[in-house]
């Protein structure tokens, strides 16, 4: 609140005597808060990671509901605004709150712990993001690993299993660590899934193991992003102490937030908005999920992949390498957009085969360009980092 006595007249009298001034808002903020969390006595899980964070989060709410009132971090409100005014949007009736946590920096993490002073912690993976600005994977995971630091002994983390990066500070946690896993190799892992054939033409369903029991249930998705994302979403339910096996009725509820992944019939194309990030790593586990659901569907596998960015010094390596892995992978065409996007393109031409083409365009808006490269029946694959905007050349699609 400002002392400004002009600003002061010009505030609605009925506020008068309502009003509290205070040194710095955010820090206000925050403080408020934590008292609300404290006065509430409601659990928190808390969720970071380097990719998967909000659709981990949104996995978390929707398995979550099945056995307790649940508020959730919505949008990517997960930052030192979002995650108080998600703390403050509980009410008498809830029972458990999922904030997810982002990080640019260094302490940031801890930070927000501070406020949430979250009963689970979840980090999904680690990965090289961010890279500009903490100069290695090794500060990254350290970064992360600020959650499992701020966990008390009564409380629970949860990481991948074999994450070797994050072996260290889970080592020296206080906490419970409970791993998670999805598939061949990651057997070891206390909450473990993994897909098996249907019977009767059902489609595939997850069979999920945790220490006391197992359970089958039908899973609308089978993407291994999503599915290994699922998994640290039941471990942090198993953390908590929920009921999994009634938790997992949850994945049928799911609704996850715009722009991971979300299928858009456009006419004769079939989009995949996976607009709203990217990082190599993420970028990967994108087209395996397009080539595999291409082919799935007897459509041609096209990727629209735009910068990343704050990948730091390597950044052309960064997109060269993805390049090649999206050739090799079995991408038919590759447009690459943007600036940095010239080494994902000249790293797909440089891997490409007999009937794979590539081309390059320089902004979002070049979609003639990109639509004279499509056929009838095409599944494109759209994603960048998040400031490129890759989302318009969707919705220019979408129009066509």
């Not at 400002?2 to 925050?30: F, I, N």
């Not at 959730?72 to 009410?91: F, H, M």
């Not at 070891?188 to 369903?205: I, Y």
């Not at 910068?307 to 991408?331: K, N, P």
């Amino acid at each position: 609140v400002s002392e400004d006595a002009a600003l002061d007249r010009r505030l609605d009298p009925a506020l008068h005597g309502r009003l509290l001034t205070v040194p710095d808002t955010l820090q206000a903020l925050g403080s408020l808060a934590r008292a609300v969390r404290r006065k509430s006595g409601v659990m928190v899980v808390a969720v970071t990671g380097s990719a998967g964070k909000t659709s981990t989060k949104d996995l978390v709410a929707a398995l979550a509901a099945r056995a307790r009132r649940v508020v959730a971090t919505t949008a990517n409100q997960n930052n030192e605004v979002g995650v108080p005014l998600t703390l403050l949007s509980v009410d008498r009736q809830t029972e458990l709150v999922v904030v997810e946590m982002g990080m640019r920096g260094s302490g940031q993490i801890a930070a927000l712990a501070s406020v949430a002073e979250p009963d689970v912690g979840v980090i999904t993976n680690v990965y090289p993001v961010h890279l500009e600005l903490l100069g290695s994977l090794e500060a990254i995971a350290e970064a992360k690993a600020e959650l499992l630091a701020a966990l008390g002994e009564a409380c629970v983390g949860v990481v991948p299993v074999g994450a070797e990066i994050l072996e260290p500070y889970r080592r020296n946690a206080v906490c419970r660590v409970v791993s998670f896993g999805f598939g061949s190799g990651d057997e070891a892992a206390d909450v473990w899934g993994c897909l098996e054939e249907g019977t009767g033409g059902g489609g595939p369903r997850l069979r999920v193991r945790w220490p006391e029991a197992e359970a089958e249930v039908d899973v609308p998705f089978v993407s291994r992003h999503r599915l290994e994302n699922t998994m640290a979403a039941v471990a942090a339910c198993y953390g908590a102490g929920l009921p999994v096996e009634e938790c997992l009725r949850g994945l049928s509820d799911v609704v996850f937030t715009g722009g991971r992944g979300e299928l858009v019939e456009a006419g004769e194309w079939l989009l995949v908005n996976d607009t709203y990030n990217a990082n190599p790593a993420a970028v990967q586990a994108a087209l395996d999920d397009l080539v595999d659901a291409a082919a799935a569907r007897g459509r041609r596998p096209v990727a629209v992949l735009g910068d990343m960015l704050e990948l730091g010094t390597e950044e052309e390596r960064f997109h060269y390498e993805c390049g090649v892995y999206a050739a090799e992978a079995g991408v038919r065409v590759l447009w690459a957009v943007g600036r940095l996007s010239c080494a994902t393109a000249a790293g797909f031409a440089d891997a490409a085969g007999e009937g794979q083409t590539v081309g390059h365009v320089e902004s979002v808006h070049d979609v003639t360009e990109v639509r004279a490269g499509l056929r009838s029946g095409d599944m494109i694959l759209f994603k960048a980092s998040r400031s490129v905007g890759l989302e318009a050349m969707v919705s220019a699609l979408e129009r066509m």
